[in-house]
């Protein structure tokens, strides 16, 4: 069975792995957890793709330059505007690939536990491949807690990295 991968987190991936001339570390400014949830409100927009599958091609370079401004403040440690965009993506796509598969349900329907484990497969996979992935995974309970959304965790592997801040979330998952 293939993975259903949101092709706005495939491209977010391949286009901040083609802007880096190396591998980039987390900036210290993004360690705190909650700093990187509050990034994620100001980036989370289609990247390409709509929500009805058609590439926005007029809306790219736009969302790409809205990702390079929002980073500034955020990481101000980078001073390569391409890094902190490829920062940007790179956590983003981790975020929101673990965020949709840890939600209740997707536009596409109920997640289950046996959807969540198939797709923690390929996540954590990448997660275990590039920390910047994994810091973006740690943070997608704080930042459904933080838009109000409840989570389940069933069929998550207990060593993921979505797992690391749950215990910050009211109530558990």
């Given at each position: 069975?293939?993975l ?10 391949s286009?901040?792995n ?12 993004l360690?705190?957890?909650d700093a ?15 929500v009805?599958g058609?590439?926005?091609w ?20 980078l ?9 940007a ?10 965020a ?5 349900e997707?536009?596409?329907g ?14 954590d996979n ?5 920390q ?12 459904k807690?933080?838009?109000?959304e ?17 215990d910050r ?5």
């Amino acid at each position: 069975m293939t993975l259903a991968v949101d092709p706005n987190m495939a491209i977010a991936l391949s286009l901040a792995n083609g802007l880096t001339q190396g591998s980039l570390e987390l900036p210290s400014t993004l360690v705190p957890v909650d700093a990187r949830v509050e990034l994620m409100p100001q980036i989370d927009k289609p990247l390409l793709v709509d929500v009805n599958g058609a590439a926005q091609w007029e809306d790219f370079g736009s969302q790409l330059r809205a990702i390079a401004e929002a980073s500034a403040s955020q990481m101000p440690e980078l001073s390569s505007e391409l890094d902190r965009v490829a920062v940007a993506l790179t956590l983003w796509s981790g975020c929101i690939m673990a965020a949709e598969s840890i939600a209740m349900e997707t536009r596409s329907g109920e997640n289950t536990s046996t959807g969540r484990a198939q797709q923690f497969t390929l996540i954590d996979n990448v997660a275990r491949q590039n920390q910047l992935f994994s810091a973006g995974v740690e943070a997608a309970p704080p930042f459904k807690a933080a838009r109000g959304e409840e989570i389940s965790l069933d069929g998550v592997p207990y060593t993921s990295p979505v797992r690391r801040y749950v215990d910050r979330i009211q109530g558990g998952a």
